[in-house]
């Protein structure tokens, strides 16, 4: 039973501490830090359906299981590109007055 509940917090701090590296990740001028994340849990959603696809034997159950592990597995993609798409959001119009804002000290500086 103790080993369940370790097992179970170790589970939320590793989930927390992507969720925070993702927020910090979205929050670069660049948009490309905050796909990283979910491009690599994408492509071991990948890995699982491909993995599971070459241990099943052939039939209509296998389809149904290749599309049930594909929704399970993308669960964390999903909620770190919503992340992503949340803080894109709220931080474009920042990025804009920035990029003014060191165009004007461009200018300023000829």
Avoid at 2 to 9: A, D, P
Avoid at 78 to 105: A, P
Wanted: net charge positive; glycine share 8%.
């Amino acid at each position: 039973m103790i080993e369940i509940i370790i097992f179970v917090l170790i589970g939320l701090v590793i989930f927390t501490g992507l969720v925070f590296l993702q927020i910090f990740l979205s929050k670069m001028q660049s948009k490309w830090p905050g796909l990283i994340l979910p491009g690599c849990s994408m492509f071991f959603s990948l890995i699982g359906v491909l993995g599971f696809s070459l241990y099943a034997i052939t039939g209509a159950g296998v389809i149904f299981g290749v599309i049930a592990i594909f929704v399970l597995f993308n669960i964390p993609t999903l909620i770190l590109l919503m992340i992503y798409m949340i803080i894109r959001n709220s931080k474009k119009d920042l990025f804009k007055k920035n990029q003014e804002i060191q165009k004007m000290n461009i200018q300023d500086l000829e």
